[in-house]
Every structure is written in C-alpha cells, then in structure tokens.
C-alpha cells in the first residue's frame, strides 16, 4: 500500500483514500527486513526501479547501518536508537525528502510493550525527528504487513503489536484481513490527526499484482463468490462490440443483475482491462 502511495504521489494523482496524500518532495525509503533484491520485485511491479525521486536506505546491505543496530549490554537502547536516527538525517539532509519511510518501524522502537512510559517517550522521539527534518514520516509495523499473509497471527495479537508504531502516530490506518472477519473483502481503518478530518472505514480488495483498490461489492463472501460467477458469465455473453443499452438487455433479459449492477460490471471490466469505454471517435463498449 505504501508503494502505491508512492506511485500516486510521482505520477500527480491522488490516491484512492482521499485525504492520504504525501507532501512534496522526493521519497526515502529505509528497508530493514530484507536487502534491496527483496524488495525489487515490488518495485519493478510498481514501475519505481531507479526512479529518480525515490531513494532507498536499506539496512541489510548497509555494513556500517547494520552495525548501529547491534544491541550492546553497556549502551541503553535509546542511545543507539538515536544514533541509527542521527546517521541516516546525515544521509538524507540533501535529498530534498517530503517523506521517509520507515520499513520496518520496530527498528526505531525498542517494542517494550510492557513499559509505558518508555514507548511513549520512543514515539514522541520519532515525533520530534519528523518534525526536526521537516518529513512526513511513514512508519510499517511488521504487524500491519502480516495482513498481507493468510493466517500470520491472532488479530489480538497483531493489534497489540501495531501499538508501538500507532503512540505517536497523526494519523493511523489498521487493515483488518477477510480471514480475521469472514467477509469478501478487507476493511481499512482510518483515523487522521485533530483537524485533518473524520475516521472512515473502506472496503479493498488486492487484484491480480497483489496491490489494494476499492471494493464495491457484497460483504458477505459467499454472496461476493457468486457474484464473481455471474460477472463472469455475464462477461462471457457479451458480443465483441456492444453499446450500454445491448449490454443491460442481456443481463435483465437472463436475470444475471440489475440495470445499476450491469454498469458497476462494465466499469469494473474496464478498470481491469477487460473492456475499452466508448469514446468520441467509438460509440461501442469493446472487449479488449
């Protein structure tokens, strides 16, 4: 999703949450989990491999970054946090960054759960480096990316994990995954800062390449199952060109669906790439 975010932000467009968009400037990406290999595979897929405004930091492959991270007995934890905090603003003090993308936010934290005032002062510390290099600062949970596997964990178990990274946060976004609801869809929680507007709660699902865009059908996912079948069978029945009113008669005519739910299927068909939309220079719906 973060990704995504980032491909909205390069290419001007605004993003499919309304409200979620970043500042400007270019993006730093700081990798933790994995080395760059691991994460050019997203990147390709999102068309951001050696993007200009994008830069990565990535921790794994980084000898010298690697090493701040080492926890050492005779150096407190908030010590060597603020060091690995300090050595990469050095490194990013000239990229004319609007946001930096902390992957993984535990990094930063040293997830002492039990220890309320020691998180509280760790979230207030990343806070204060936002604010200090002027930043949008994006944090991952590895809580939060575990929504993206089936049956990583407990919800409980995640919710309780994804507190570290929302004590300080101005704005927080919790997923919760169909396997944790029974539903056809997942749901994202969004709560922006004072000020920044309402909590909402909106439906996605992932397409093909892996990546969330908004979901309009049934909750229910049995319901949702046998939607699919007839959108299928429905596509299957239109000819190769067909105008809207051809393509509603077909559908009513088999009582596949609905006037309203035959032009939320052809948009959808088009938003896949399934149909052409009609244009000036082409009256027809057109299967591509």
Not at 13 to 41: H, K
Not at 132 to 153: D, E, H, R, S
Not at 174 to 201: F, Q, S
Request: a negative charge.
């Amino acid at each position: 999703m973060v990704g995504q975010l980032t491909q909205a932000h390069f290419r001007n467009e605004p993003f499919f949450i309304p409200g979620l968009d970043l500042p400007e400037g270019d993006v730093v990406w700081v990798q933790t989990d994995r080395g760059a290999v691991g994460y050019s595979e997203i990147l390709q897929t999102l068309g951001l491999v050696n993007h200009p405004r994008l830069h990565t930091i990535n921790l794994t492959d980084d000898d010298s970054l690697h090493k701040l991270t080492r926890p050492e007995i005779k150096i407190e934890e908030f010590i060597r946090l603020e060091r690995l905090r300090l050595t990469i603003s050095q490194r990013i003090a000239a990229l004319g960054a609007g946001t930096v993308i902390l992957d993984l936010y535990e990094e930063f934290q040293t997830g002492r759960m039990g220890d309320s005032h020691r998180m509280a002062y760790e979230g207030r510390s990343n806070l204060r480096w936002a604010i200090n290099m002027n930043v949008c600062l994006i944090g991952i949970p590895y809580t939060f990316k575990q929504t993206t596997l089936k049956k990583a964990a407990r919800a409980q178990d995640r919710q309780a994990g994804s507190l570290l990274g929302q004590a300080s946060a101005n704005y927080k976004i919790a997923i919760v995954d169909p396997e944790e609801t029974g539903k056809a869809c997942y749901y994202l929680h969004v709560k922006p800062g004072p000020g920044e507007g309402m909590p909402a709660v909106h439906k996605v699902q992932r397409n093909a390449h892996g990546f969330f865009e908004p979901y309009d059908g049934p909750d229910d996912a049995e319901e949702a199952q046998n939607e699919t079948k007839d959108r299928q069978a429905f596509y299957d029945l239109l000819p190769e060109e067909f105008r809207a009113n051809e393509a509603v008669e077909i559908a009513q005519s088999r009582h596949i669906c609905s006037r309203m739910t035959t032009f939320r299927w052809l948009s959808a068909f088009a938003d896949q790439g399934l149909l052409k939309r009609p244009d000036r220079d082409n009256p027809f719906w057109v299967k591509t």
